[in-house]
Nanobody
Framework: EVQLVESGGGLVQAGGSLRLSCAAS????????IGWFRQAPGKEREAVSC????????YYADSLKGRFTISSDNAKNTVYLQMNSLKPEDTAVYYC??????????????WGRGTQVTVSS
């Protein structure tokens, strides 16, 4: 059974940092793309970042480049999202998802339950 468990969310003041973790079981990161998504209340889910096993590339939403960094520890089957200079508009539930195609542009087959990030002004 594939499971993705996010952690690291919480309440932080604007300008602060958080590091989210996505721990996976039942899959091998070597053949997966792991993406981070977020959904704020009343808004649609949006893609945040992704790390691809097929080409090793990382992808970021244009509005987040320079503030968020995605990384992977394949030995621990864990993907991290380092979020710096957080803004109140970053407040959302953050989800990680895994896609077996290995491409960030492919289908995401499994999703975690999310972790809440709240940024106060």
């Amino acid at each position: 059974e594939v499971q993705l468990v996010e952690s690291g969310g919480g309440l932080v003041q604007a300008g602060g940092s958080l590091r989210l973790s996505c721990a996976a079981s039942g899959i091998t990161f070597d053949y997966s793309a792991i993406g981070w998504f977020r959904q704020a209340p009343g808004k649609e889910r949006e893609a945040v970042s992704c790390i691809s096993s097929s080409d090793g590339d990382t992808y970021y939403a244009d509005s987040l480049k320079g503030r968020f960094t995605i990384s992977s520890d394949n030995a621990k089957n864990t993907v991290y999202l380092q979020m710096n200079s957080l803004k109140p508009e970053d407040t959302a539930v953050y989800y990680c998802a895994a896609g077996f195609s290995g491409s960030c542009l492919g289908i995401y087959d499994y999703w975690g339950r999310g972790t809440q990030v709240t940024v106060s002004s």
